[in-house]
């Protein structure tokens, strides 16, 4: 997953110098890294942020097999060849759990 390029900062207030003594009225510029990187993946996979690869995917049909059996896609550790958007496979494990009948 390609790294974000504009980066914003959240502004956090660090009483604690790294020897635990305290510094009154200093600010530091916290960038929680992983959490910008989760939330632009997030975005992609649920298909709110729009960007070319999603368009893309959108337009090239569904990622799933339409007859995908619940076994063969979800009985392995291996991830998909493929990034499979949420609503796709929200809709496939919905008809799955129809079709045993465990979703009412």
Known sequence: ???QKSVSSISASNPNTS???TMSGSTTDFVNHGLLLWQQ???QWTGSGESTSN???QTSGPQLS???TYESLLG???PFPRPV???EM???LVDVWEQEGLYD
């Open 1 to 3: 997953m390609q790294s």
């Open 19 to 21: 020897s635990g003594g």
């Open 41 to 43: 993946g997030r975005l």
């Open 55 to 57: 368009q893309t995917r």
């Open 66 to 68: 339409w007859n995908a």
């Open 76 to 78: 392995s550790r291996n």
């Open 85 to 87: 958007p949420l609503s």
């Open 90 to 92: 929200v809709d496939f």
